[in-house]
């Protein structure tokens, strides 16, 4: 199953989105629809909001007189949270039960208003938001949908800005065009992401990551921080800390593709346990690595002990979003490389410039080859001699830098 939030601005053209989403075959949860459905007449939910409120909130039918509740659930914070206390468990119960009685292989979305607002991005396999500029909104609710100009803006002031929704992105449809554009990108999402990305996380497949060093992607801080949310969101307290690490966290380094997050854990045990939520969170383990290659502590000398070296590897699903998530243990040596590594490329111009040069060899070698297994193990075996190197000079950065992990 894949779980996939939708939002945007009322008025973008989320409810268009869903419609098209509908007949391609995905099971659409409507919020707004569950949060009606368990106030109607004859419900608990209605029963308790009279209990609450007193039998003033109904209409002459029976059926719940909306302004008549808010005019008494918002006058002050306690009558307010008392509406939350009633109304948002039986609208989480309904919708999970909804969510739960799709499919197994069903693509299940979910259609928020408030997604953005309520911080519930980080809960979906994937988040896409419906855009369309604030002029044109207001015009077709104004136009097409035939509401009052006043109301319109009120309604669209009250929500969250087109940047906030643009970080919760994971996905951006424009509808600033015609219907048949936005049905042709919805149609394309479905077929050439969603489809597949459900296909993976059920048979718990790893999209693989061309060893092609690409000009740095200005999207990749954001992208990071996205992925370092829902990670953080799947873990819980069971991760001490998240990080966007590796080449897409230092701005302007070119590299391959991949957003590289690492969960930091307090012990193997920890990691071990978080195999199967991130599995189910679109990030399939790959059992095949289960160290990183060992190296002598700086400062400490002798062998390398390859017990500290342990790593559990986990890809991405997501055919639009090539990712490697490596969960490690606080304090280890290879958990805190990771971090130095970051911190050292982003301050030595020298060292980006020597890394790059590695990867770009790294990157023709790999392309010379057709074999695509063989071209990724390739790239990684060029590169690595140079880790072997910086491991030591990163360490002597650190203590003239005063270097630490940090938060
Ligand atoms: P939302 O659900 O995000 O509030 P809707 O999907 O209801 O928005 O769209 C708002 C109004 O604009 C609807 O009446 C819809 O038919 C119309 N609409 C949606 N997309 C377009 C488009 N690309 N061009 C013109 N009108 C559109």
Redesign the pocket.
């Known amino acids: 199953m894949l779980r996939v939030g939708l939002t945007?601005?009322?008025?973008?053209?989320?409810?268009?989105?869903s419609k098209v989403l509908a007949e391609l075959g995905a099971v659409i949860v409507d919020a707004d629809l569950i949060a009606r459905e368990v106030v109607e007449p004859g419900t608990p939910g209605l029963a308790a909001l009279v209990d609450a409120f007193g039998a003033g909130i109904l209409q002459a039918d029976g059926a719940l007189d909306r302004p008549a509740l808010a005019a008494q659930a918002f006058g002050s914070s306690e009558s307010r949270a008392l509406l939350n206390s009633i109304l948002h468990p039986r609208i989480g119960q309904r919708t999970a039960e909804l969510v739960e009685g799709a499919a197994a292989d069903g693509i299940v979305v979910q259609d928020i208003p408030l997604l953005v607002e309520g911080h519930m991005g980080p809960a979906f396999n994937l988040v896409l938001v419906?855009y369309a500029d604030e002029a044109e909104r207001l015009r077709?609710?104004v136009e097409?949908?035939g509401m009052r100009e006043s109301d319109a803006r009120a309604r669209m002031a009250a929500q969250a800005t087109d940047d906030e929704r643009r970080s919760a992105a994971d996905v951006w449809l424009d509808?600033s065009?015609?219907?048949e554009?936005?049905e042709a990108q919805v149609r394309a999402l479905f077929e050439d992401r969603l489809v597949p990305f459900e296909r993976n996380v059920r048979t718990r497949t790893v999209v693989p990551v061309p060893p092609l060093v690409r000009p740095s992607d200005p999207e990749w801080a954001a992208q990071g921080a996205r992925l370092v949310e829902r990670l953080r969101s799947v873990c819980g307290d069971r991760a001490i800390r998240v990080d966007h690490v590796g080449s897409t966290a230092v701005e302007a380094l070119d590299a391959r593709d991949e957003i590289d997050v690492q969960i930091t854990v307090a012990d193997l045990a920890a990691a071990d346990a978080l195999a199967e939520p991130l599995a189910v969170a679109g990030f399939p383990r790959i059992d095949s690595v289960t160290r990183d290659e060992p190296k002598p502590v700086y400062g400490v000398g002798g062998e390398a002990d390859p017990a500290l070296w342990a790593v559990r590897v986990h890809g991405s699903a997501d055919p639009g979003r090539p990712a490697r998530v490596c969960v490690r243990v606080d304090g280890w040596p290879g958990q805190q490389f990771a971090l130095l590594l970051r911190d050292w490329l982003r301050a030595d111009a020298q060292a980006r410039l020597e890394f790059l040069e590695v990867k770009e060899i790294a990157s023709a070698k790999a392309a010379a080859i057709a074999d695509d297994d063989e071209a990724a193990l390739t790239y990684v075996e060029s590169v690595a001699p140079w880790f072997d190197r910086g491991y030591r000079r990163a360490w002597e950065w650190a203590e003239r830098a005063g270097w630490s992990p940090g938060q």
């Open positions: 945007g601005g009322i008025g973008a053209g989320k409810s268009t989105v419906v077709r609710l097409v949908r509808n065009g015609s219907p554009l936005i």
